[in-house]
């Protein structure tokens, strides 16, 4: 077997076999297969597609590249949640403490921001003292304390994945369903979870810009899901606009303690409490046997303070400090510096989110490379979203960056016209839209 073969079956679309996926994988993680020829075989997989055994056989193989995490010290059925990203997407803070409220224990792996796209350790740490490098040895026993953990990713998980990811990103090779798929469920296989719910989102501010994409990417998910014995629900989500009130770091995590004192917004609390009813469904946790009865007790926990008991034991759990009122601080707090104003009358029909998402990394809440730091006080807030009615200079959002740090007036007018290319008026509302687009199980 060479991988010159496996590339020439491939090119002339021929099945790969499972012996030949696991040569491939092996190779990549040792280095032994030159960067050249992985990276022709991830153009033929993108020409020429997968199916499901192949996909699958990869998913595992990815897998095993690394060490796989055990939860058998978690109580129950052990379940986890995967976003595809998106802008102002703060649903894992508030998720955590909800499902827990069902007495769902959850160890969480997550990453950080690239690009327009936020990440739950950035947010986390932007609270002070959060610890988000959790050992290995740590893990059982915040578990057992608390029953929630949250920490950034281990390199040792699915390293296969890490490498193959690097190389699509710079070779044009990352719009392809068997990949995208095989990429995300061999982390969530890797991290040990019996069940999972994938929030797939859709989008101008997402990977899968419509439905039918999102729809296809599920499918696929869930059936590697399923053949690797995961029961697996594939929730689409709308990220045609920013998800919720805020984008940025601290600015979303002061948004997740709004909304666990009762005030939250309308998409925001959809997706969440959707996520929420189908994790605690799968963690065998239901005691209404009912989507709709579960999902309103999902609600009313998360807005009566049951989830923010929890969430507050989350925070000190990992070191995160509280204020005598029992809300946390923060390394970086957001200075209001510049409103933008609505240029015309009408409704808002529309906010591109990967507009508003590239915005808000020119404030500096996000990373444009792996190494750039970021100002955790920086985000923007939004007074009006699709289907608000705004009359001309009332204000659309505000612009933020931390109360220590510069940036210069004329960044702060760039990203106003930015934002402004972002919204959308017509003088009729556009048509109701929900947060959850289908559920896909």
């Known amino acids: 077997m060479t991988m010159l073969d496996i ?77 595809t990203g998106g802008v102002g997407d703060k649903v894992t803070p508030l998720l955590i403490p909800l499902i827990a409220t069902f007495g769902v224990q959850t160890v969480k792996l997550s990453g950080r921001g690239l690009g327009f796209t936020g990440g739950t350790v950035d947010k986390f740490e932007s609270v002070e ?23 950034g990713q281990t390199p040792d998980l699915a390293p296969a994945d890490k490498i193959l990811y690097s190389l699509r990103d710079v070779t044009g090779t990352v719009d392809s369903i068997p990949l995208i798929a095989s990429s995300i469920m061999s982390k969530k296989l890797a991290g040990g979870a019996k069940a999972i719910v994938l929030d797939v989102t859709c989008g101008s501010g997402a990977f899968m810009k419509t439905p039918e994409e999102a729809r296809e990417l599920s499918q696929a998910m869930i059936r590697i899901g399923n053949l690797a014995g995961r029961r697996t629900v594939a929730v689409i989500t709308d990220m045609d606009q920013p998800l919720g009130r805020t984008c940025g770091n601290t600015i979303e995590m002061q948004e997740v303690y709004e909304v666990l004192n009762g005030s939250g917004s309308s998409d925001l609390v959809e997706v969440v409490t959707t996520l929420a009813a189908h994790l605690v469904t799968l963690a065998q946790k239901d005691i209404y046997g009912n989507m709709e009865e579960l999902v309103a007790e999902c609600r009313r926990r998360l807005l009566n303070g049951e989830a923010l008991e929890k969430y507050r034991l989350l925070i000190t759990s990992q070191g995160g400090r509280l204020s005598p009122t029992g809300s946390p601080l923060y390394r970086e707090y957001p200075f209001d510096a510049m409103h933008v104003n609505s240029p015309a009358n009408g409704y808002v029909t529309r ?11 020119m404030l500096g809440a996000g990373r444009l490379s792996k190494g750039d730091s970021i100002d955790y006080g920086a985000g923007i807030c939004f007074y009006a979203k699709v289907g608000d009615k705004v009359k001309r200079g009332d204000t ?14 004329e960044v702060l007018f760039d990203v106003m016209n930015l934002i402004l290319d972002a919204y959308e008026f017509a003088d009729t509302p556009p048509e109701p839209r929900r947060a959850v687009i289908d559920v896909l199980s």
């Open 7 to 83: 590339i020439l079956d491939k090119r002339y679309g021929r099945k790969l076999s499972d012996e030949q996926i696991s040569f491939f994988v092996k190779g990549v993680t040792d280095g032994t297969i030159p960067d050249y020829q992985t990276s022709s075989l991830l153009m033929a997989i993108v020409l020429n597609g997968m199916d499901e055994r192949e996909m699958t056989t990869l998913t595992l193989e990815m897998c095993d590249s690394g060490k796989k995490n055990d939860l058998s010290y978690l109580d129950g059925i052990p379940v986890d949640k995967h976003s």
């Open 396 to 409: 659309l959002c505000s612009l933020c960056h931390g109360e220590n740090a510069k940036i210069d007036d």
């Open 351 to 361: 906010i591109r989110a990967d507009v508003i998402g590239k915005a808000s990394v």
């Open 129 to 151: 003292g959060f610890n988000v490098e959790i050992s290995q040895d740590e893990f059982p026993v915040l578990a057992k304390s608390c029953g929630m953990v949250i920490s």
